[in-house]
């Protein structure tokens, strides 16, 4: 059958663009951070079939290096396809059903884009809400739990937006006394901070590609133990999200190795690179790096007499939030940056809009040198912002 051509093409946004040339970066803000070289070069490989027996192999490994990285047995851990927040949203569709209640903790950004994607589920939502730079206490969430009596419990480990890091002992024996699964955010805090899914009793969690693992954003790791797999198993009906549903995507990522989707499997050799970095540091090492390389940033910024948003036995070591001064158009500053010395800094969010500067130290950006160069940077560029 012949295919009719019409007699003209409409060329209006046909453009003459050139190849991509992308600007020099160093990538110091709330994320994406820069990628090691080994993992840009396997991005780079050439593709194979998604269903190809060597990245069927692949697919096993990059789990394996998942539950290391997490510190779990849980046999449901895989990167899903899509961002961080793909991988969020994995979490609240596969285990929250019509009318279940369930408990944010909300002390930044991150926790109400939680709450809202339960409210898009149909759950009864109910929030605890702390001032932004601050931590809750295992006292106020166990008076939230004899309140609302929830059936799943959603705090963000690592707070992007405010450069907070959530203390999470006994939390998940809070959660077990009362019959709650706990859910964490892990996104600004896998492979940078200390993180032990099992044995702080974590039932779902989630992070993301680009932060502390310094690859490319576009995959979410995602992970859930065998009690989150019973409510999952035992749902009154279907996970309403086709494409983040676990019960299929289990028959992919597990042993039976099913089709569901076109894997994005360049994205996959990538991550695979990155966790096998990390495991070769080995998670202490990597821990210790990101603190000892924040202190020094701390120390830095205070020297010059700037101040830190958060107090230091909650600060992040991944990201760190520094006031902007008064009379400092924080913006402007950001752009200087970026643009005369291609250092990108992140602004506030939310409740710390135009409050303070967000510094990121994840994954490969994690280095004496990069330190040495921002803190550079403010000692001798911020003084012309000052009035």
Not at 149 to 175: R, W, Y
Not at 242 to 256: A, F, I
Not at 284 to 309: I, K, P, V
Request: aromatic share 8%; net charge negative; charged share 20%.
């Amino acid at each position: 059958m012949s295919t009719e051509i019409l007699s003209s093409v409409d060329n209006r946004h046909k453009k003459g663009f050139g190849a991509i040339s992308v600007p020099e970066r160093l990538l110091l803000g709330p994320g994406p951070s820069n990628s090691d070289p080994s993992v840009l070069k396997a991005l780079a490989l050439n593709p194979v079939g998604h269903l190809d027996p060597f990245y069927v192999s692949l697919m096993g490994e990059v789990q394996e290096l998942l539950r290391y990285a997490w510190q779990t047995d849980n046999r449901l851990t895989l990167p899903m396809s899509g961002t961080g927040s793909a991988a969020m949203e994995a979490t609240i569709a596969n285990i929250v059903e019509p009318g279940d209640t369930v408990l944010i903790a909300i002390k930044g950004y991150f926790g109400h884009r939680l709450a809202d994607m339960a409210d898009r589920y149909k759950a009864k939502v109910c929030t605890i809400e702390k001032n932004w730079g601050e931590a809750f206490s295992l006292e106020e969430i166990e008076n939230a739990f004899e309140k609302y009596k929830p059936s799943l419990f959603g705090i963000v480990h690592a707070e992007t937006s405010t450069g907070v890091c959530q203390p999470m002992n006994g939390i998940g024996d809070l959660c077990r006394k009362h019959d709650c699964l706990l859910l964490l955010d892990t996104v600004t805090s896998l492979g940078g901070v200390p993180l032990y899914l099992d044995d702080w009793k974590i039932d779902l969690a989630y992070s993301c590609s680009q932060k502390g693992l310094s690859c490319p954003p576009g995959l979410g790791p995602f992970s859930i133990n065998e009690r989150a797999e019973k409510k999952l198993n035992n749902r009154k009906g279907k996970v309403p999200n086709w494409y983040l549903d676990v019960s299929l995507l289990n028959k992919y990522w597990g042993s039976d190795r099913v089709y569901h989707h076109t894997a994005p499997v360049n994205m996959n050799f990538g991550i695979r690179e990155a966790l096998r970095l990390l495991a070769e540091e080995g998670l202490e090492n990597s821990w210790a790096r990101h603190r000892s390389n924040a202190e020094a940033l701390w120390d830095g910024l205070q020297s010059l007499g700037l101040e830190l948003h958060v107090p230091i036995d909650l600060r992040l070591p991944t990201l760190s939030t520094v006031c902007i001064p008064p009379g400092v158009n924080g913006k402007e500053f950001s752009l200087h940056l970026l643009n005369k010395f291609g250092v990108e800094i992140g602004g506030g969010l939310g409740d710390l809009a135009g409050k303070v500067w967000r510094i990121g130290l994840m994954g490969y950006n994690s280095r004496q040198e990069n330190v040495e160069k921002i803190l550079n940077l403010f000692e001798s560029e911020l003084p012309k912002f000052r009035n």
